[in-house]
């Protein structure tokens, strides 16, 4: 891998020296998502969340597409009336987020996720009957794209997301269930 096809996205400081003492840090400008992780300055950055509540199933999922730089270019958000697991919430959430790369034609994807499960699940081809039919969809689509790379980010790095995903949730009616 060069540096011409893979930049790091890292804080640095560049100390200059006047005579025998060092001025103060300066930091470049970085997004404040931005933590040492290795981007294709090409590729388009997702973050997706999912949210989940346990009385009534209902899940609401949210993603936002960003540049490498930061700034927003799309966003989006969906709700459902029945999803077994705080997992498959986030889940759909990626699946959701892919579907929505691809109406955009986006090509080289790197996807951010608060969910440690489930990225280390995507990442090694593994298998869960909780989401397995969520697993393969996202697999399938991600045949679909050059590349696509998904990475484990915390929970605080995530907000935009996570308040899509809330706030779909909120929209969320529980179907009724009965006679």
Do not use: H
Request: proline share 6%; with cysteine.
């Amino acid at each position: 891998m060069t540096s011409a096809i893979f930049s790091t996205v890292v804080m640095y400081c560049i100390i200059t020296f006047d005579g025998s003492r060092a001025s103060s840090p300066v930091q470049p400008p970085v997004p404040p998502w931005a933590f040492p992780v290795l981007l294709d300055p090409d590729a388009v950055v997702c973050f997706s969340d999912g949210a989940w509540t346990l009385g009534s199933s209902l899940g609401g999922m949210g993603w936002v597409f960003k540049d490498p730089s930061g700034a927003i270019l799309a966003q989006g958000s969906a709700s459902s009336a029945f999803l077994p697991s705080a997992l498959a919430a986030e889940a759909s959430a990626i699946k959701l987020a892919l579907l929505a790369a691809k109406a955009a034609d986006y090509e080289n994807l790197t996807c951010f996720s608060d969910c440690q499960e489930l990225i280390l699940l995507l990442k090694t081809n593994g298998l869960s009957n909780e989401i397995q039919g969520l697993l393969l969809d996202i697999r399938f689509l991600v045949s679909s794209f050059a590349w696509v790379n998904f990475l484990y980010v915390p929970r605080a790095q995530n907000s935009e997301a996570d308040l899509l995903a809330k706030s779909s949730l909120s929209g969320c009616v529980a179907p009724i269930v009965g006679d």
